[in-house]
Structures are given as C-alpha cells and as structure tokens.
C-alpha cells in the first residue's frame, strides 16, 4: 500500500483505509506492507503496526512535493527488492507517473482515484495540469481503478470511458458512548454543534462560519481542524470567528476517543466538503448517529440518503441550524437513521473483504489496461458549474416514513433569516 502518509492513522481518509483495511488483511493470514512517511519530529519509526509490515522513507517536506517524492522514493524501493508483491494498491491518482517501476517487477497495480483533485483552488495552473495529466497515466497504465463513490465512477466513465472498482470507505459504529472528555472543552452532550475539516477552500469552513455567524443558534459551534498551508483563506475564517463568540476554533483534535465523543454528542454535524467522493468524517459522523447538515453537492447526498439536511449558501445552513435547536427529537431520530444507514452500507469488513477480492483477481492476471485510451471525452456534464457548485436546495431527497407524521417535520414553520427572493426555506425532510 503505497502514496499516502502511512500508519498509524493519524490525518486523513486514505490513512484510515489503509489502517482499517490493512489490519483486517493481516488478520486473515495476509502479507502486508505500508510505506510510510518518515517521522518529521525524530520520533524513531515503527516496523510492525496492527500486522502490517511498516517501511518509513523520506520526503520533500513541501505543499507540492512531498507526496510525491514519497511515492517516487517507495516505487524504487519496492521495485529493487528480491521479494514482490502479489498486487500493489496505489493511493492518490497524483501517483500514477510512478506505475511503471511496480510493472517492470511484474506487480499489477490498483490506483485509487480519490476526488477530482485537479479542481482543487490550492493548486496553481501548473498543479491542476499535472492532476489532469495524472488521471490520464491512471486510467492508461493501472490494472485497476479504484472509484469510493458513484460520482467519482460516473466521472471516469463519463470522461474517459474507463471501468471502475466501486469500493468506498466504512463507518465506525460509535454507540453508548461516555461524554466525560467533553468537560476538557466545557461542552455537554447536545450543547454544541461540530464541524471537522482541514481548512482548505472545497471544504467550506468559511461558509459554515458565516452561516453560523447568520443564524440564531443558541448553542455555540466547535470547528475542529487546521491548515497545513495558512493563507488568506485561513485568515477569513479566523476573522469571522474572532466576530462571533458562539465559534469556537480548537484546532486538530489528536485524541481519538475525544473526537469520537465530539461527533457523538453533538446537536449537530456540520459538513462541507464539495469534491472529495465518500468523505470518512461525514462517515463518522453518521456512525456516531449524528444529525448531518451537508454542503448540497451529489457525493454527499449520495452518502446521506434521505436522511440528510442539506444547504446551499449561509442563509439556507442558518436556517437548517436554527430548525435543529427548535426540534432535537426529530435531529436525534435524523442522526438514528444516519447511523443505520452507516452500518448497512458502509461496514469496514466488508471493504476489506472488497479489497481482498480485487488483490486476488489482480495477482491471477486481471488487468483493464487495454480497455480505453486515456483521451478525455471532455463531458459537459462534469464542468466547474455541474460538479462543484451546490444543487442548491436545504432539506432533503425525500421524507423518511417514520417521520412523515411528525409534526415538527414542517416546511417554513418558523421566521427565517435574511435572504434573496429566491431561497428556498424548506429545511427538515
């Protein structure tokens, strides 16, 4: 398992994955190795985690080239060694110039696309060029695409006529759990909303601070999280923050059981991510049986289901935060029907058994190498305007049957904020 910063898990989802997909491989009697980032902080490097075999490498410690020099130094590693492997899963298409070393040791390779990174707003002309030019090196050299959401697939076989494995990412069932970390924050169970994000344009942490700032919350917001790179951007966020006493910006949360309780108590999760496919903090949070309130983009409807609360700009996120503290029964019967539809659809074993099935079919010689060009079909439904501006309605896709007769699941029963003429005011499923 290659291109990501290695394990034990500790930034984003693709670690997770390889944690939680790794460890179940090994238990079931496989041979794993995940390459792994050096430790910046001198801290001596693992060599066994959850029985994966660890092999720690350095890295150009820079926004641009510190995956990929990672990747390049793990592809020559592992193509120097006597021993190979039966298939090799690459994460981050980014990662693709890198394929040939693993095919010249006659390893097939799986790549794992992620989200359409080369829309991105940190990256420069240069930096969406090369995103767009490693997609193609993906969908031409790689044995096997893999696709985390139907957006994402759509978008390979849309662009590229290119097939997909659709293997998405899994929630942790989070139930009953105790609320005693809260008090190092001075929050209490349903006190507060959350939001968890790195700070970083297609996530939206500026949206929701101003629709916060916008509403008539009571209860004060937490935003957990930070910016490996500080820009402007950042600086935005921290201004409308510093406006508002009710936003509360803690930073990274490291403590995992901490964070866990964070999603769990929450009166809700706050969601903003645009363009990453199956995002693994919406799926903790439904995991933890959080009521969700998301950026209206197809990945997360696709996610959330009917169950989901969606907004479109800061007046329709203000008001779905003020419906929530007006009606807590129905948020917290929104957030049971996240939950369940977490541990339907979304289970860590049955990726990893997923996972198990591709590497099997990959070492007995199936490849989709030769299926398509790699010449882009330029899809007019995947510009800036389809893909990453949002649907643009609160509420949801449909009401849930135990709800329906709720008296609290109303369209415009209460006094919204501000807006133009043309918001739509309807917010609870």
Not at 82 to 87: K, P, Q
Request: glycine share 10%; net charge negative.
């Amino acid at each position: 398992m290659v291109g990501t910063r290695g394990v034990p898990a500790r930034y984003g989802g693709f670690e997770t994955a390889i944690e939680e997909v790794g460890s179940r491989l090994a238990a079931r009697g496989h041979e794993i190795t995940v390459y792994c980032r050096r430790p910046s902080d001198g801290t001596a490097p693992l060599d066994e985690h959850l029985g994966m075999q660890l092999v720690h490498l350095p890295a150009l410690r820079t926004k641009s080239l510190e995956t990929l020099t990672h990747s390049a130094f793990s592809a020559v590693h592992a193509a120097v060694q006597r021993r190979t492997h039966d298939a090799v899963f690459v994460f981050n298409g980014a990662n693709s110039p890198w394929i040939p070393f693993f095919r010249a040791r006659r390893m097939p390779v799986a790549v794992h696309v992620d989200g359409l990174e080369w829309r991105r707003a940190k990256w420069g002309g240069n930096g969406r060029r090369y995103y767009r030019m490693a997609e193609t090196l993906s969908v031409r050299w790689a044995d096997a695409l893999i696709a985390d959401a139907e957006g994402i697939a759509a978008y390979y076989r849309d662009e590229f006529g290119a097939s997909t494995e659709g293997i998405s990412y899994g929630a942790p069932q989070l139930h009953d759990l105790p609320s005693d970390k809260l008090a190092q924050l001075d929050l209490v169970p349903g006190g507060y909303h959350v939001a968890v994000a790195r700070f970083e344009p297609e996530n939206h942490v500026d949206l929701i601070v101003r629709g916060f700032r916008a509403s008539s919350a009571q209860k004060p917001l937490v935003v957990v999280g930070s910016a490996p790179y500080a820009d402007d951007y950042v600086r935005g966020i921290r201004d409308v923050a510093d406006s508002d006493l009710r936003i509360r910006l803690i930073g990274s949360v490291w403590d995992q059981d901490l964070l866990n309780q964070l999603y769990a108590h929450s009166a809700s999760y706050l969601h903003g991510h645009s363009i990453g496919g199956t995002n693994p903090s919406l799926l903790r949070a439904m995991g933890a049986g959080a009521a969700v309130v998301a950026l209206d983009v197809r990945f997360n409807r696709e996610v959330l289901g009917p169950a989901g609360m969606f907004f479109s700009d800061e007046f329709s996120l203000a008001d779905a935060i003020g419906a929530i503290e007006r009606h807590p029964d129905v948020a917290r019967k929104l957030g049971a029907c996240l939950q369940q539809r977490a541990d339907e659809h979304y289970r860590w074993d049955d990726v990893a058994t997923r996972y198990e099935q591709l590497a099997e079919r990959l070492a007995a010689g199936e490849t989709r190498r030769r299926e398509c060009t790699g010449k882009r079909h330029n899809a007019s439904q995947w510009g800036y305007d389809q893909v990453l501006r949002p649907i643009g309605g609160s509420g949801a896709d449909g009401r849930l049957p135990d709800l329906e007769a709720d008296d609290a699941v109303t369209a415009g029963d209460h006094e919204p904020v501000a807006r133009r003429d043309d918001e739509r005011t309807d917010v609870l499923p």
